[in-house]
């Protein structure tokens, strides 16, 4: 059984940082993506970024608007994808979830994703 836990979420003033960790566990090495998405009350769930170790080595991708203060990176010993927050803004502030794929498709789409944590909430204040 796959198991997906968050850690490292928490409140922080603007401009701060965060990073977040996601340790995975089950049957991790049917793995092909695994990401990070979140969604803030009232607003629809948003990739951030997510890592394709599905083969011919890893590849990271993130959302075009959180790119240069967002960063996605993995340590395969620990089946753990982290989440480096820089420069954090207000509008940051969310439930951030991590998402685990065993297919092939699209990273940005959520469908894709078969596995989900509970999520660690971020909060920004200004």
């Known amino acids: 059984q796959v198991q997906l836990v968050e850690s490292g979420g928490g409140s922080v003033q603007a401009g701060g940082s965060l990073r977040l960790s996601c340790a995975a566990s089950?049957?991790?090495?049917?793995?092909?993506?695994m990401g990070w998405f979140r969604q803030a009350p009232g607003k629809q769930r948003e990739v951030v970024a997510s890592?394709?170790?599905?083969?011919?080595?890893?590849?990271?991708f993130a959302a075009d608007s959180l790119k240069g203060r967002f960063t996605i990176s993995q340590d395969n010993a620990k089946n753990t994808v982290y989440l480096q927050m820089n420069s954090l803004k207000p509008e940051d502030t969310a439930m951030y979830l991590c998402?685990?794929?065993?297919?092939?498709?699209?990273?940005?789409?959520?469908?894709?994703?078969?596995?989900w944590g509970q999520g660690t909430q971020v909060t920004v204040s200004s």
């Open positions: 890592i394709y170790s599905g083969g011919g080595g890893a590849r990271t």
């Open positions: 998402a685990a794929s065993s297919r092939d498709g699209f990273w940005f789409l959520s469908g894709i994703y078969d596995y």
């Open positions: 089950g049957a991790t090495y049917s793995f092909k993506y």
